[in-house]
């Protein structure tokens, strides 16, 4: 049986170092690789040139720089430009990039399909198959760089990275982190911690353990400022319930991050979108770092859920900055092709449904 080879597009520095020292070679061959991955945008070890030719070729053995394959791209009228990529043959996730006049910010998945079942997200209807690994998490950026036409003397072209689309990135933690390191490291893609988002739905243990590990921006899908609506519209509420969570976001503010804490709230008309809900929400926020985004909800196959009226946003978020809570709303892009918030569905094989049932919500709450 072959052995596999190392996907080197999934080693942080630290174990790209490892991995030539075990070959007899210097730590300073992991910074030139990486310099070739990620800066030049190269995915061919025998254009590597200051690497020797022996090296070379021992790498093309060994090892391999393995990029998911787009099974589709579409683009949006608003420039907004979707790619499906496959996994495992019969799977798909989806990646997207969003251009904007002085950004470009790519949403990538962390998962296939997603296990918290928050029940107005068109990927949790889907279900959950499995995580992603390191390689296949920042394999979506160098591919959407390459597609973009990224040249290692023009300008940046994706300048934010979001972990906002399949799944729930503190529930594949093993995986995740790697993939934060890369997108930080300065011989990786060299993104400011600030441009770089983790978006959660509140696992609050791997929240606490993300302060120890890294240092990255937080966003927070909350969607309700009470426990018995938030236990409806994301189940894992059950488990770590708001104040819970707020605590953990608070210290990851005050003694992690240094800056404020994005709050994610989609608009159900009908549901959450009340000037009363505004009131409690704003007496969560007050005086604390956290500033409330607020998400025309973008409507997806079979859901029951509509988008609350501009009106009724308008009003909610007025109610939020009288209180003193700094509070936007997310304009949305990409609805037409589906790459708008909460819609991305990819091509999901759902495991969890014939092997864990009831069970769903423990898988993250304690995350292989």
Request: net charge neutral; with cysteine.
């Amino acid at each position: 049986m072959t052995e596999a080879r190392t996907n080197l597009f999934g080693l942080p520095r630290q174990q790209m170092e490892a991995f030539f020292a075990e070959l007899g070679e210097k730590p300073f061959r992991a910074r030139q690789i990486m310099q070739w991955l990620y800066r030049q945008g190269v995915d061919d070890f025998s254009a590597m040139t200051d690497l020797s030719k022996s090296l070379r070729s021992r790498l093309a053995d060994i090892a391999e720089l393995h990029v998911p394959e787009i099974i589709v791209e579409q683009r949006s009228s608003d420039d907004t430009r979707k790619w499906m990529l496959g996994m495992d043959g019969a799977q798909g996730i989806e990646t997207v990039f969003i251009p904007e006049t002085a950004r470009g910010t790519l949403c990538i998945s962390s998962q296939v399909g997603c296990v918290l079942d928050c029940s107005f997200c068109s990927t949790a209807q889907q279900g959950f198959n499995r995580n992603l690994s390191t390689a296949e998490i920042i394999g979506q950026v160098w591919l959407a760089n390459r597609e973009l036409g990224y040249r290692p003397d023009g300008d940046r072209i994706v300048t934010n990275v979001v972990f906002m689309g399949m799944g729930e990135p503190l529930a594949n933690y093993r995986n995740v982190v790697p993939a934060l390191d890369i997108l930080t490291d300065d011989f990786g893609f060299g993104l400011s911690r600030r441009r770089v988002t983790l978006s959660t739905s509140g696992l609050v243990p791997m929240l606490e353990r993300l302060g120890e590990d890294c240092n990255v921006a937080l966003a927070v899908s909350l969607h309700a400022p009470d426990n018995a609506l938030r236990n409806q519209l994301v189940p894992i509420n059950r488990k770590h319930p708001i104040e819970e969570l707020l605590d953990a976001c608070w210290h990851y503010a005050d003694e992690v991050y240094g800056r404020f804490i994005t709050f994610e709230y989609v608009m159900l008309d009908g549901v959450n979108d009340s000037p009363a809900q505004a009131r409690d929400l704003a007496r969560l926020m007050r005086g604390r770092p956290g500033k409330v985004n607020l998400i025309p909800f973008n409507p997806f196959p079979g859901t029951h859920y509509r988008r609350s009226p501009v009106a009724a946003i308008e009003k909610f978020r007025e109610v939020l900055l009288q209180a003193g809570v700094r509070a936007t709303i997310r304009k949305t892009r990409g609805d037409d092709i589906d790459a708008a918030c909460g819609q991305l569905a990819g091509r999901v094989n759902d495991r969890t449904r014939v092997r864990l049932g009831k069970k769903m919500i423990q898988i993250a709450v304690n995350p292989s």
